[in-house]
């Protein structure tokens, strides 16, 4: 359902690209927490939709959102495909009315899988960790690396990648096991009721909050960390690394 990962990857450019960055930023608020939790929480009862239906109606509009991301970016995004997985997950732990367990090992696996992938590609050429903080639209790659060699200072400075990276992950172990924690409070109805599907709304609702917040502090974190150490590493002002 938290369909908001996608919009973790720290992104900066020309103020046009802002703008959209903001619109996307509100798209991803209305269309993945605003329009489904007032679908669930106020239309799940039998004299409106009805928790099936209900259901099916709140999690197109996460849906929709994420496939149409895909179609307009022209390329594949792991954090929308991951949403558009968690949204069909939560449909489907929900339509076939499976125990609120479930539900909560679902919330819990995604961004764990997430924290995962950054220690294991930590050990590749590409590790994670920059395509998720410090991208090519944010910092040109080839001034950055050229500088690296002519200090000698490659090395160095991948070590000072390796701990992001372990901010990066924690950041989503924190946020898999709050899913999780989330979830197990929340859900208590049975399954397939209007009670259970209300309260799927709550856990929603909270997410931003609770679990999103908390994260974000910890990616920032290891941007600013990141930052710093350029400017260490290399001698000279992180601005002279940045994309104009």
């Given at each position: 359902?938290?369909?908001?990962?996608?919009?973790?990857?720290?992104?900066?450019?020309?103020?046009?690209?802002?703008?959209?960055?903001?619109?996307?930023?509100?798209?991803?608020?209305?269309?993945?927490?605003?329009?489904?939790?007032?679908?669930?929480?106020?239309?799940?009862?039998?004299?409106?939709?009805?928790?099936?239906?209900?259901?099916?109606?709140?999690?197109?509009?996460?849906?929709?959102?994420?496939?149409?991301?895909?179609?307009?970016?022209?390329?594949?995004?792991?954090?929308?495909?991951?949403g558009i997985v968690?949204?069909?997950?939560?449909?489907?732990?929900?339509?076939?009315?499976?125990?609120?367990?479930?539900?909560?090992?679902?919330?819990?696996?995604?961004?764990?899988?997430?924290?995962?992938?950054?220690?294991?590609?930590?050990?590749?050429?590409?590790?994670?960790?920059?395509?998720?903080?410090?991208?090519?639209?944010?910092?040109?790659?080839?001034?950055?690396?050229?500088?690296?060699?002519?200090?000698?200072?490659?090395?160095?400075?991948?070590?000072?990648?390796?701990?992001?990276?372990?901010?990066?992950?924690?950041?989503?172990?924190?946020?898999?096991?709050?899913?999780?924690?989330?979830?197990?409070?929340?859900?208590?109805?049975?399954?397939?009721?209007?009670?259970?599907?209300?309260?799927?709304?709550?856990?929603?609702?909270?997410?931003?909050?609770?679990?999103?917040?908390?994260?974000?502090?910890?990616?920032?974190?290891?941007?600013?960390?990141?930052?710093?150490?350029?400017?260490?590493?290399?001698?000279?002002?992180?601005?002279d690394f940045m994309?104009?």
């Amino acid at each position: 359902m938290h369909t908001l990962l996608s919009s973790r990857v720290i992104d900066v450019s020309q103020n046009e690209s802002a703008k959209q960055q903001k619109s996307g930023f509100f798209g991803n608020l209305i269309f993945n927490i605003a329009i489904p939790v007032l679908i669930m929480t106020y239309a799940s009862s039998d004299e409106y939709l009805g928790p099936a239906w209900s259901i099916v109606v709140a999690l197109a509009f996460p849906l929709t959102y994420g496939l149409l991301e895909l179609k307009n970016t022209k390329k594949i995004n792991m954090f929308s495909v991951l949403g558009i997985v968690s949204v069909l997950l939560t449909g489907g732990i929900s339509l076939l009315k499976l125990p609120a367990e479930y539900m909560a090992i679902k919330e819990a696996a995604i961004p764990a899988a997430i924290g995962l992938a950054v220690l294991i590609t930590q050990f590749t050429k590409n590790p994670l960790v920059k395509a998720l903080i410090l991208n090519d639209q944010l910092i040109n790659w080839d001034k950055l690396n050229k500088r690296l060699e002519e200090k000698q200072k490659v090395e160095v400075f991948n070590a000072k990648v390796a701990i992001s990276s372990y901010i990066v992950a924690s950041s989503f172990f924190l946020s898999s096991s709050l899913n999780y924690a989330l979830a197990k409070w929340i859900l208590v109805s049975e399954p397939g009721t209007t009670a259970y599907i209300e309260e799927i709304g709550r856990m929603t609702a909270l997410s931003y909050p609770v679990i999103v917040i908390p994260s974000m502090i910890l990616l920032i974190t290891a941007l600013i960390y990141l930052f710093k150490q350029i400017s260490v590493v290399t001698g000279d002002p992180v601005e002279d690394f940045m994309r104009q």
